[in-house]
């Protein structure tokens, strides 16, 4: 199972760090990721990581913004955003792959809002 959390309102400008806290199945052996759905729009990924942090990815919208890593002492990973603009207003969503490295989600999080306001 996976726990996000950390979602909230901020201003354009902001920061914010999201969590996603793994048990059971998905743990430190898996590949994990971020995802986000704005209203009225598809799912799409944010981030992915390795199972290790060694490997990390970034949609285009985000690089250099965004920041996605990982804590397997914790069972824990995160996505640290920041200089948000409003355009990044959607669900977060965290997921997990069925492996080490990172192929398509098989595992979902229940999702946390993330409001930007301009």
């Known amino acids: 199972q996976l726990q996000a959390s950390g979602g909230g309102l901020v201003q354009a400008g902001g920061s914010l760090r999201l969590s996603c806290a793994a048990s059971?199945?998905?743990?430190?052996?898996?590949?994990m990721g971020w995802f986000r759905q704005a209203p009225g729009k598809e799912r799409n990924i944010v981030a992915t990581i390795n199972w290790s942090g060694s490997s990390t990815a970034y949609a285009d919208s985000v690089k250099g913004r965004f920041t996605i890593s990982r804590d397997n002492a914790k069972n824990t990973m995160y996505l640290q955003m920041n200089s948000l603009t409003p355009d990044d207003t959607a669900i977060y969503y965290c997921?997990?792959?069925?492996?080490?490295?990172?192929?398509?989600?098989?595992?979902w999080g229940q999702g946390t809002q993330v409001t930007v306001s301009s």
């Open positions: 059971g199945r998905t743990g430190s052996n898996n590949a």
């Open positions: 997921a997990g792959a069925n492996g080490p490295w990172w192929t398509r989600p098989s595992y």
